[in-house]
């Protein structure tokens, strides 16, 4: 079964940068979009970015310019660099891994932003 793994999360305060990190099997990785979502409490989970196995790549208008994600294929693992935070990127931050049959979710990180 697929497990993607999640590490990075925290407290931070506004301003400042944070380094997300999902690991992934490596029999899903290498055939499958990988992104970000997030979600706030009460809320539906949105998208923050995803990269294609080709690179493409596409953000969210609330973190274009902000947020960076990169794949690393020889380590199964994707990225979100986090840029100048803002309190409302507070929100749990959700790995996503879809190789257009199914999506596979990790468990998800904590992220607050202090003001």
């Known amino acids: 079964q697929a497990q993607l793994v999640e590490s990075g999360g925290g407290l931070v305060q506004a301003g400042g940068s944070l380094r997300l990190s999902c690991a992934a099997s490596g029999s899903i990785f290498s055939i499958s979009t990988m992104g970000w979502y997030r979600r706030a409490p009460g809320k539906q989970r949105e998208l923050v970015a995803r990269i294609t196995t080709s690179g493409r790549i596409n953000y969210a208008d609330s973190v274009q310019g902000r947020f960076t994600i990169s794949r690393d294929n020889a380590k199964n693992t994707v990225y979100l660099q986090m840029n100048s935070l803002k309190p409302e990127d507070t929100m749990v931050y959700y790995c996503?891994?879809?190789?257009?049959?199914?999506?596979?979710w990790g468990s998800g990180t904590q992220v607050t932003v202090s003001s």
């Open positions: 996503n891994a879809d190789d257009g049959k199914f999506a596979y």
